[in-house]
């Protein structure tokens, strides 16, 4: 065998598979969406407001749940990084737990603790807070502190290992300048932990884009998301050209984030 | 921020990340017909209603040999797809990267509707082979994750030294390398089971008229909430759980392999 | 007394014309070497030197791009080096983490299909050896660096190599350890009279293990001889500065007997060359004391050492040397007028 084709081999039969039931079929379905040589499913997915609303939904409600992500996550990721390993490894357990359990129990869960009847509404209810059950399911709340429990470990994992590579002699050496801790955080913590901040809030960004579970559930059909809507086209209307044009649309938003971010990173590192 | 005001955050989002796990339990052990919370009295009977309904049986044991089938796959295909990644030298590896690793990016919905469709022209929707095959696509990228950690970290002098000491190519893999590489097999194997065993998007589409366990999950929250799913959910948090101890044991440390 | 393993079949190692590139960098350029049954051959460099690349197409693990390698005058080059039967000592010495002490060992004899029986006594016997009997069913990992040397070291030996292979196996030690380990593995080479190749960047290590040692620097063997020979009469400006400490010059021979350096100052010195050649001066710097040739000069910077005093000495006629005296009576301080003498004999000229 040639050294120019060193250990290649093996790659051989996992690439077969995912070119045969990945790349192929992926290929073929975004290939429907321009069937007759036409643009007009993506002139009626870009086009119509009904659909324009979904687009706007998807990224706003992205852009929530990222942002609510970082808010949790880095105090969580941070206090992980910096405790003892004892309490590191509880820590981690608590927040692998919810990664592992199946996404459906989490959301099944949501709908217990958030709906009409949930757990919430009956404590305040009970307690006298509210006199009528608040609306916490089936709206734009809903489907944002769902997405949010399924999200926050993702962030939580790399502001941990971002915060670990920080070299602790550093802080050591701004608190012997006399740096408040307030200080250490904006001037050493904050700007050496910002790759472990973008790399989270990109990887919750580009899941939420895709998410269809918990919107599904926990929308009740009134917050549409993109995923959602891919879904009703195949199940519902069987409109396989149109749900192809969304899905190029999604993964063009998807790819797009994801090369911003990458040619983002490798500028900052050079 | 002061170190009790983080620790006291900290314990909030902690108790925002549990709460859903916790309520469950409750739910599951309760003797009304409806969600009542708390629970007006003890009772086993969502339990035996998942037990004695051979339709939940079915799904979980469907679910259960497509997600071994799905783990031993994605092994057979992903530890030597690492090996190539991690050890090879040729033209074109960084792409071989990039589309090991796709799965976990393109939006599962995407490789739903994709397979979906090649599936129904090759009349393979509703087989637990076509489920095991998709499945093991979206599972790849976390063994090769895992493997490609742990490949990166292994000394390769031992080799040298096996070599050195008389073992062929073949004897080198089996008694040195595979036996260090363990705990990461262990934990990859055990990440493409649950990967496979929670997974619900692709069986919405692919599993046909033959429900897997998150599928008949789905449906059911759907149509009616009573307190099986809560009983199902017990067990599903309780095997998660099994698995991640599992894994703390016997395998390489989920936190090492994350970052 | 432990007994000698049985069948040993030590052999001679001949490298010729060893060539190696690694794109850009030329790791092995021409290396040649002889080295006899029985010998134990040091090969001396620093870093980036090409004494690891040399080790590891000796062992098998590289393939050069020219040259062969000899055992007994079998061309093994393209031989893998499983088949090879070399044992190897690595620098961290890459003890499978996994096996016991006993499974480690076992381990060569077992890939040779060597009987059970014959595996436990051959074991046992070169535990012994090492002396770690006891030790059979402990982890690596429960070992102290020392004892896991000795465990490397009698893997590397238990199936009676050819050859034996040393890559730093001294370095993770402390000082006092690293001591006794070197004396240990030549008493072990000595009695088994194996052929062993030892690879270090340290001199002093080199000159208390060796019988011969081999300095290299760019991927070329720069000077082939006994210890005394390498220290006393090097043969260039590098072998002069990389082992021990010295004091170098260059200059051009003006009359026999006479070197004159660069600078002008003329030395008496024993040595071959021509007129008008120019040639390498070098003075040790603890050969100073009484003698013909007399420098005059100012310390600079004194150092108490112990057994001796370090001086730098910047003398009248332009020169610096390093020099080393008795530690004898108060430390000069710098400033102080000295003069130091050197014989003809004692100055090594190249």
């Known amino acids: 065998m040639s050294s120019r084709w060193l250990g290649a081999w093996p790659a051989i039969p996992a690439l077969l598979l995912l070119f045969v039931f990945f790349l192929y079929p992926v290929v073929r379905m975004l290939g429907f969406s321009i069937e007759g040589g036409t643009l007009d499913w993506y002139t009626k997915a870009l086009g119509e407001s009904l659909y324009l609303q979904v687009f706007w939904n998807t990224f706003e409600i992205a852009f929530w749940v990222t942002l609510i992500c970082l808010l949790l996550g880095y105090p969580l990721g941070f206090l992980l990084a910096t405790t003892t390993p004892g309490w590191a490894t509880v820590g981690f357990i608590f927040v692998l737990l919810p990664l592992w359990t199946s996404v459906l129990v989490r959301t099944y869960a949501w709908m217990v603790l958030l709906g009409r009847n949930g757990v919430f509404n009956r404590m305040m209810l009970e307690a006298g807070l509210i006199s009528d059950p608040v609306p916490m399911l089936n709206n734009f709340s809903g489907v944002l502190i769902g997405m949010v429990h399924v999200l926050l470990p993702y962030m939580v994992l790399p502001i941990y290992g971002a915060v670990r590579r920080v070299d602790p002699a550093l802080v050591s050496a ?87 971010a990458q040619r983002f990173t490798r500028s900052a590192d050079a | 921020m002061s170190r009790r005001a983080l620790v006291v955050a900290c314990t909030a989002i902690y108790i925002f990340l549990m709460l859903p796990l916790l309520v469950v339990f409750p739910i599951s052990l309760s003797s009304a017909a409806y969600m009542q919370f708390p629970p007006p009295g003890f009772s086993w009977q969502w339990y035996e209603r998942y037990l004695d309904d051979p339709q939940w049986i079915d799904a979980t044991v469907r679910s259960l040999y497509v997600a071994v089938a799905t783990a031993i796959l994605a092994l057979a295909l992903g530890v030597p797809l690492a090996f190539s990644l991690v050890r090879g030298k040729f033209p074109g590896r960084w792409l071989v990267d990039r589309i090991a690793l796709a799965p976990l990016i393109v939006p599962t919905i995407i490789v739903s509707v994709a397979v979906y469709g090649l599936f129904a022209k090759l009349k393979l929707i509703g087989e637990w082979y076509g489920l095991v095959i998709a499945h093991t696509v979206l599972a790849l990228p976390f063994v090769v994750l895992v493997m490609s950690a742990g490949l990166r970290d292994f000394d390769r002098a031992l080799e040298q030294a096996a070599e050195g000491l008389g073992a062929s190519r073949a004897r080198t893999l089996l008694k040195i390398t595979l036996p260090l590489l363990r705990p990461s097999l262990v934990s990859a194997g055990l990440l493409a089971f649950i990967s496979s065993f929670d997974e619900l998007v692709v069986a919405l589409f692919l599993a046909g008229p033959n429900m897997t366990l998150p599928k008949k999950m789905f449906d059911n929250i759907l149509m009616e909430i009573d307190p099986t799913i809560a009983a199902v959910s017990v067990m599903q948090i309780l095997l998660v759980s099994v698995v991640l101890i599992l894994i703390g044991r016997f395998g390489r440390g989920l936190s090492n392999s994350a970052r | ?175 006092k350890l690293r001591e006794t380990m070197q004396l240990e593995v030549r008493r072990l080479q000595r009695r088994l009279g194996l052929t062993t190749i030892f690879i270090t960047h340290d001199q002093e290590e080199a000159l208390v293990l060796s019988d011969r040692i081999a300095v290299m620097n760019k991927g070329r063997i720069q000077q082939v001889a006994t210890t005394t020979e390498i220290y006393e009469r090097p043969a260039n400006d590098f072998v002069a500065d990389f082992v021990g400490e010295s004091n170098i010059f260059h200059g051009t021979v003006t009359e026999p007997g006479v070197v004159s350096l660069e600078g002008g100052r003329r030395l008496f010195a024993n040595h071959s060359g021509k007129v008008g050649q120019r040639m390498g001066v070098l003075m040790r710097p603890e050969r ?62 190249f």
Request: charged content about 20%; some cysteine.
């Open chain 1, 174 to 260: 701004a608190e012997g300048l006399g740096a408040s801790n307030s200080r250490i955080f904006r001037r050493v913590y904050l700007p050496l932990t910002l790759p472990g901040i973008f790399a989270g809030s990109v990887i919750v960004f580009v899941l939420s884009l895709g998410f269809f579970i918990t919107p599904a559930l926990l929308g009740g059909g009134r917050v549409v998301m993109l995923a959602v809507m891919i879904e009703q086209q195949i199940h519902q209307t069987l409109n396989w050209p149109f749900a192809a044009a969304l899905s190029a649309v999604l993964l063009v938003f998807t790819l797009a984030v994801y090369a911003a």
């Open chain 3, 288 to 349: 100073f004391g009484r003698g013909t040739n007399v420098f005059a000069g100012e310390v600079k910077e004194a150092v108490y050492l112990g057994v001796s005093f370090k001086l730098r000495i910047a003398c009248d006629d332009g020169l610096e040397l390093i020099v080393r005296q008795p530690a004898r009576g108060p430390l000069p301080a710098p400033g102080t007028r000295v003069n130091v003498a050197i014989e003809p004999e004692d100055i090594h000229v």
């Open chain 3, 1 to 175: 007394m432990a007994t000698r393993p049985t069948g040993l079949k030590a052999a001679d190692l001949k490298v010729s014309g060893l060539q190696k590139r690694y794109g850009d960098v030329v790791a092995l350029d021409g290396v040649s070497l002889d080295i006899a049954s029985g010998e134990l051959l040091t090969i001396l460099g620093p870093s980036g030197s090409g004494k690891t690349t040399l080790l590891k197409v000796v062992a098998g693990f590289e393939k050069p791009d020219a040259g062969d390698v000899r055992i007994d005058g079998a061309d093994i080059t393209a031989l893998p080096p499983a088949r090879r039967d070399i044992g190897m000592v690595f620098q961290h010495y890459a003890l499978f983490p996994h096996l016991t002490v006993r499974a480690n060992v076992a381990f060569p004899l077992e890939m040779r299909n060597v009987p059970r029986a014959e595996i436990d006594k051959r074991v046992s016997e070169t535990l012994q050896l090492v002396e770690l009997g006891g030790y059979e069913q402990r982890l690596p990992k429960q070992l102290s660096g020392g004892q896991q040397q000795r465990v490397a070291l009698a893997r590397a030996i238990v199936f009676n190599p050819r050859l034996l292979l040393l890559d730093e196996p001294f370095g993770a030690l402390d000082r």
